[in-house]
C-alpha cells in the first residue's frame, strides 16, 4: 500500500495564497483521482476538492487542486485567504479496493 | 436532500460489544460504497474499510481487519460498524462516507471506551 504525505501544518496572511502538498510514495499520483477535504473544527469532513481539480458546486473558487506527475503529487491552492478557510485539509486516494488518507495540514490564517 | 444520519454517542466499558449505524437517505442508497473513518482524538482520519450495498462486497483496511465488521441492511438504507469486544484504544470519532468521491458524509458517531 501506498502513503500520502502533507505537512503538518501552513499558516499564512488574509488575502494570500497557500499551496498545500500530498505526495505519494508509490505508485502514479495519476493513477487514481484524488480529493480534499475540510475540516473544521467539530465538524465533520468536506469535499472542497474531487477527482484532482473539481470543485463540488458551493466551494468558492478561490479553492483549486492539481496534480504533478514530475514530484508525484497533488497540491490543493487557496488564494484570497480569508479566516473562514482555517482548519484541518486532508488529502485522499485510493487504489482499486484501499483507500488512504494524508496525515492532514493545519492551515492557519493569521 | 442527501443526508447520512449516524446514531448518537455511545459510553461503553473494555470487552463489551458495540454495533453503531449510518442511515442515508435522499440518493441511490445502493449505488454507492459506504466507507467508515476514524478520528481518533486530536488525530486525522484514517479509512477503516468500505462496503458495497448492492452486492455486500467489503474491503478492511489491514489496520482494521479482524478487529471491526462492515454490514448493510439495505431494506432500510442503513450501514453499520460492528464491534465485539471494545478496547480503550477504540475510542474516537467515527464517520460514515458515501456518495462520489466521498461527497457525502455522516455527522459523526462519538464512542468512548472506559472503565
Request: some cysteine; aromatic content about 12%.
Amino acid at each position: 500500500n501506498f502513503m500520502l504525505t502533507q505537512p503538518h501544518s501552513v499558516s499564512e496572511s488574509p488575502g494570500k495564497t497557500v499551496t498545500i502538498s500530498c505526495t505519494r510514495s508509490s505508485g502514479s499520483i495519476a493513477s487514481n483521482y484524488v480529493q480534499w477535504f475540510q475540516q473544521r473544527p467539530g465538524s465533520a469532513p468536506a469535499t472542497v476538492i474531487y477527482e484532482d481539480d473539481q470543485r463540488p458546486s458551493g466551494v468558492p473558487v478561490r479553492f483549486s487542486g492539481s496534480i504533478d506527475s514530475s514530484s508525484n503529487s497533488a497540491s490543493l491552492t487557496i488564494s484570497g485567504l480569508k479566516t473562514e478557510d482555517e482548519g484541518d485539509y486532508y488529502c485522499q486516494s485510493y487504489d482499486p479496493n484501499i483507500v488512504v488518507f494524508g496525515g492532514g495540514t493545519k492551515l492557519t490564517v493569521l | 436532500e442527501v443526508q447520512l444520519v449516524q446514531s448518537g454517542a455511545e459510553v461503553k466499558k473494555p470487552g463489551e460489544s458495540l454495533r453503531i449505524s449510518c442511515k442515508g437517505s435522499g440518493y441511490s442508497f445502493t449505488s454507492y460504497w459506504i466507507s467508515w473513518v476514524r478520528q481518533m482524538p486530536g488525530k486525522g482520519l484514517e479509512w477503516m474499510g468500505k462496503i458495497d450495498p448492492s452486492d455486500f462486497n467489503i474491503n478492511y483496511s489491514p489496520s482494521f481487519q479482524g478487529h471491526v465488521t462492515l454490514s448493510v441492511d439495505r431494506s432500510i438504507s442503513t450501514a453499520y460498524l460492528q464491534w465485539n469486544s471494545l478496547k480503550a484504544s477504540d475510542t474516537a470519532m467515527y464517520y460514515c462516507a458515501s456518495g462520489p468521491a466521498f461527497g457525502y458524509w455522516g455527522q459523526g458517531t462519538l464512542v468512548t471506551v472506559s472503565s
